[in-house]
């Protein structure tokens, strides 16, 4: 049986489509509650990859070994960092570096020890469905101002991106580094990993709720809290339809 992992890292991004599902079954395992059941006519496990790389990584890994998942959608929110990335914009991911990792002089800054690789893709099939998906749902929210869709690359670190100056070096680091970066988040490139270690297809949508500046510890609770939940609604809603 195909099953699909929706991953939220908040339980307000999670709370939608919880109420959403049918035949609704609670697993806990690894610390963690996994529900699983059918959402738009798929099979589904919901699950929080909670906070971080290490969380995010342990959360997917379960769902791989324990819930057999065949593939991996992650939708959360993230701070934008590109150049015309705003809150309330989307940003489905292409690809992932973690902004974090650095064994220089041993290897390249941000090259993931002995993969030879500093990032890792999206599943291309999935990705293009989940791109479809959000631009539909983006439409179906009609919102008061306009939002952006964005495709790209998308930086993880175990790091809130708090401060103007902080992000703007963050973001002139990565460029040095050949990583032009649309966003910033704590997770996604963990899951990337271990997705890649699986083989498993994995793609990812983040709603900008902040930009990682002076402002950010204020506009995310709040964005959170108000939108990120019906984002994330309508993109899981129009992606499930799809598959
Ligand atoms: N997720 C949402 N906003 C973020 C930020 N500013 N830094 C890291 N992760 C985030």
Redo the contacts with the bound molecule.
Sequence with gaps: MIRTAILSALAEEQQGLLELLQQPEKISHAGRDFWQGRLHGQAVVLALSRIGKVAAATTATALIERFEVSRIVFTG???GMGEGVQVGDVVVATEFVQHDLDASPLFPQYEVPLYGQSRFACDAALTALLLEASRVGLKSLALPAASLLHHGLIASGD????GAQESQALRSALQVGGHEVLA???EGAAVAQVCFDYGLPFAAVRTI??R?DDQ?HVD?PLFVKEVASRYAQVITQHLLKSL
């Design positions: 929110v993230a701070g790091r809130f991106v708090s910033v988040e704590m709720s902040d990682a950010a995310f």
